[in-house]
């Protein structure tokens, strides 16, 4: 059973950055996303990574980027130049690579992903 563990959340002032992780055992075999959820919104697509692709919300174009490290099975979430909007529970999520062919291939969306981690906060504030 994958279970995927957020780390690296926090409070960060206007402009600042910070990096996510997410990590799990064999999670080199998943396709993996990032999701957020802001206070009163619904959640919402931030950004995935497959083998092949990436792609990015336009809100966090040009300032978040994901990546992965094969030997530590984690995908990180690099965001920099952070806004008060960015201020969310973000969460990461994953499917197993192979049957679904158009995971990625814009924002992501919910249902290309089965499974989830328990989210962790990011508090952008001054």
């Known amino acids: 059973q994958l279970q995927l563990v957020e780390s690296g959340g926090g409070l960060v002032q206007p402009g600042g950055s910070l990096r996510l992780s997410c990590a799990a055992s064999d999670l080199n075999f998943y396709n993996v996303a990032w999701f957020r959820r802001a206070p009163g919104k619904v959640r919402e697509g931030v950004s995935c990574i497959t083998v092949s692709r990436r792609n990015y919300a336009d809100s966090v174009k040009g300032r978040f980027t994901i990546s992965r490290d094969n030997v530590k099975n984690t995908v990180s979430l690099q965001m920099n130049n952070l806004k008060s909007e960015d201020t969310a529970v973000y969460y990461c999520?994953?499917?197993?690579?192979?049957?679904?062919?158009?995971?990625?291939?814009?924002?992501?969306?919910?249902?290309?992903?089965?499974?989830w981690g328990q989210g962790i906060q990011v508090t952008v504030s001054s």
């Open positions: 999520a994953a499917v197993a690579r192979g049957p679904d062919t158009a995971v990625c291939m814009g924002v992501p969306t919910e249902e290309h992903y089965q499974k």
